[in-house]
């Protein structure tokens, strides 16, 4: 049976503006995105079996229909039901590195990957918009996790702009491990908090234009001037997750304190990051961090910043 080994990166929110409502009840948003290395392994193997088969050790992750990756291969199914027909369903292995409900696009990773390696199983020969299209209908951010690197994300996140690569950038990311926030959750809070401040939908595009303040970090990264970039790192749900999470804003002030170019909440969160230069100095932030909060209950991750999305991964496949 043929199979693919595919490599699922994160994302961390290097920018993250909410600027106002949407008729299809989301928001509309302006995000600088970055994919780091910290991946999950997914191994779509052909079952010759008419089903989809998600198997995966982590006890936060369910293995039914309610995982987006089993989704993304039911919604491949339904576009090609030929394809399905001809080829079979597929056992899907999802080894977990990315931590689950964390703001990091594991699972919209994980559901990527499967569009991607049900598309090769399949010999579908998609093009990548239409495989982003197809991503689009799913969640947000899964065409970023397709293509990652480094992009501006706009409309519901789902429309990007390649940017250029940051290089040399490393990042410290910590997580309460019994804590996990929803990001309906936190968009809901944030519109009951600040709707009163949002962009209508009917407002004119050049009067919602002006609202947006992405300019100077796509500008930064544009001339690769990482000391300005850092300068610009915001993320608007930090007004409503931070609060709500004593604790995760403790960890935000403590990064603070510490050597980092910058440090920042990602996405929804509550996973909180900083970014530094080097490995050695990444080390060094995660032994002051640890040893001033000195708690058990705090997980770690050092990753470098990457300029790939889903790819294979290394191995026969
Ligand atoms: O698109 P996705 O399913 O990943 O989004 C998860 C939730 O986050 C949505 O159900 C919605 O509540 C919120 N969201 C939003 N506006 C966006 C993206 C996500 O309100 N642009």
């Not at 000391?227 to 610009?232: A, E, G």
């Not at 403790?250 to 909180?272: A, E, H, I, N, Y």
């Amino acid at each position: 049976m043929r199979s693919y080994s595919l490599i699922a990166p994160a994302k961390i929110n290097l920018y993250l503006e909410i600027i106002g409502d949407r008729p299809d009840g989301y928001h509309e948003l302006s995000m600088v995105l970055q994919s780091i290395d910290l991946g999950d392994r997914v191994e779509i193997r052909a079952n010759g079996i008419d089903e989809f088969r998600i198997h995966c050790q982590h006890p936060e992750v369910p293995c039914d229909r309610t995982n987006l990756a089993y989704r993304a291969a039911e919604l491949l199914k339904t576009a090609y039901p030929k394809a399905f027909e001809q080829y079979g369903g597929a056992d899907i292995f999802i080894d977990k590195q990315i931590p689950v409900a964390a703001g990091l696009a594991g699972g919209s990773s994980n559901a990527a990957a499967v569009l991607v390696g049900l598309e090769m199983l399949w010999d579908l020969g998609l093009t990548q918009p239409e495989l982003q299209d197809l991503a689009s209908q799913l969640g947000s951010d899964i065409p970023f996790c397709i293509t990652g690197g480094t992009a501006l994300a706009t409309g519901r996140g789902n429309q990007l702009e390649p940017l250029p690569d940051l290089e040399g950038l490393y990042v410290i990311l910590a997580k309460y491990r019994s804590l996990g926030v929803s990001t309906a959750w936190a968009y809901q809070t944030y519109r009951q908090q600040f709707g009163s401040t949002y962009v209508r939908e009917s407002t004119d595009l050049a009067a919602r234009q002006k609202r947006v303040h992405s300019g100077p970090i796509v500008k930064a990264i544009a001339h690769r001037d990482e000391m300005k970039m850092v300068q610009c790192l915001h993320n608007d749900l930090e007004k409503v997750v931070l609060p709500e999470y004593p604790q995760v804003l403790k960890l935000r002030q403590t990064f603070q304190q510490c050597d980092v170019l910058g440090t920042l909440m990602s996405g929804s969160g509550p996973t909180v990051f900083a970014l530094t230069d080097s490995r050695e100095k990444a080390e060094q932030i995660r032994a002051q961090v640890q040893n001033t909060l000195g708690n058990p209950d705090l997980d770690f991750w050092i990753a470098k910043f990457i300029n790939t999305g889903i790819q294979l991964a290394p191995g026969i496949h």
